[in-house]
């Protein structure tokens, strides 16, 4: 029989501890130290003891009435309803309550969650950052205020599709990867139950590939040297341009080289993993005619952060299209060389060199390989060879320059 009255609830007075008034059938009145009153229902469920929230009569410090007793009364039969079929009410009241986030979790707030927790935070690269964030913030203006747990595989497509009508096909497979992994993480968090992006592999027009322009005929390198030495633009570009030949790194690890990284001592450049596309630090042997760079760089930008500051602030590197611009000044077309061509052509004059081990070339250009313990003994094991190499490449880069030059004829005594 039921034993509470509206009366006897708001008579009773909180004590110094928690204590419960009975109304029968499991259903019970909580009352806490701060003058809450709590609706609880205990119950058991296959063999265990469970208790069930059922509202709050009234809040702490507060005489407003939210569920009265004839409410708790019916929410307690609900629940011996639900019993009586078999369901559990507490883990109903989990889903319906999971569902209710999953509805309120757009594809925006869990898209920005995961950039900052799996692009920020982890340290991604600057130039990986900024484009996952115009990627996603693509997505976001056409399903961002979508419900995530809603979003289907055909409503994905026709965003996609934009990025093809404009034959931006390499943008649109990029993009299906980044709303792939934000649907994974949302997944992972019980934001949603699938990945429509999946869906979409092979939906998606294939990107042709174009592989950068470089330069690898011998006497066309020479030339390419010969112009570069010969720049009359900006002295820190000329020698930027420079620098890239003789160590043939990646432009945007030349780009944010700094001073701190140099050690003329050792004739070692030690780019940090954040840096390094692969995310592992990479170390450069610096030949004479690197270190003869830095020497004639030092005097120009020493005293500062970077080895390349821009021209409009010494806080921030150059340009990522200052090293192309001054090659299109020399008069190179687009098709014909890319600041990136370098690699190709260190790659392949070394190569055909067939004086160093293709392995030992492989870990200069800081290509990872696959097995992991294979990269360890390459770091090791190839480091002489590769500053042997280094070496050779810039006493073979000047020896082309040179074969190019007219020498003056000399005068004969008369």
């Given at each position: 029989m039921p034993t509470l009255t509206d009366a006897t609830i708001r008579a009773a007075k909180p004590g110094t501890k928690p204590y419960k008034l009975s109304d029968g059938e499991g259903l019970h009145l909580l009352v806490?130290?701060?003058?809450?009153?709590?609706?609880?229902?205990?119950?058991?469920?296959q063999g265990k003891q469970k208790l069930l929230s059922l509202g709050a009569y009234n809040t702490a410090g507060s005489r407003t009435v939210q569920v009265p007793l004839a409410a708790a009364r019916e929410r307690r039969a609900e629940a011996r309803r639900m019993l009586a079929n078999g369901i559990d009410p507490s883990a109903t009241r989990k889903a319906e309550k999971?569902?209710?986030?999953s509805a309120a979790r757009t594809f925006r707030s869990v898209g920005d969650e995961w950039f900052a927790r799996k692009v920020?935070?982890?340290?991604?690269?600057d130039r990986t950052r900024t484009k996952t964030a115009w990627l996603l913030r693509v997505l976001c203006d056409r399903i961002g205020s979508r419900p995530i747990g809603e979003i289907e595989a055909p409503e994905l497509l026709t965003v996609l599709r934009r990025f093809e009508a404009a034959e931006q096909y390499e943008s649109a497979r990029r993009a299906r990867s980044v709303a792939s992994r934000v649907f994974r993480f949302g997944i992972a968090a019980g934001y949603c139950a699938r990945d429509p992006a999946a869906d979409l592999v092979g939906a998606l027009t294939a990107p042709s590939v174009t592989h950068r322009p470089a330069i690898i005929e011998p006497a066309a390198v020479g030339q390419l040297m010969r112009a570069i030495h010969g720049y009359h633009g900006n002295p820190v570009t000329r020698l930027g341009l420079l620098f890239l030949s003789y160590t043939f790194a990646r432009p945007g690890e030349v780009r944010f080289s700094e001073w701190t990284e140099i050690d003329a001592t050792t004739a070692v450049w030690e780019i940090p993993a954040s840096k390094a596309k692969m995310r592992r630090p990479h170390r450069v042997p610096l030949s004479r005619q690197a270190l003869a760079v830095l020497d004639e760089l030092r005097r120009l930008t020493g005293g500062g952060q970077y080895l390349f500051p821009s021209p409009t602030t010494p806080k921030r590197p150059i340009s990522e299209n200052t090293l192309l611009a001054a090659l299109l000044r020399l008069g190179y077309e687009r098709h014909e060389i890319s600041a990136h061509g370098m690699r190709s052509t260190a790659s392949t004059l070394l190569n055909e060199s067939r004086l160093f081990a293709s392995d030992a070339v492989e870990r200069q250009l800081a290509h990872v390989h696959k097995d992991p313990v294979r990269g360890v003994y390459d770091r090791s094991a190839h480091w002489l060879e590769r500053?042997?190499?280094m070496q050779w490449w810039g006493d073979e880069l000047d020896r082309l320059r040179d074969l190019g030059r007219i020498l003056p004829l000399a005068r004969t005594a008369g």
């Open positions: 806490t130290p701060g003058g809450a009153r709590l609706w609880r229902l205990a119950y058991r469920w999971l569902a209710a986030e920020v935070a982890e340290g991604k690269a500053v042997r190499m």
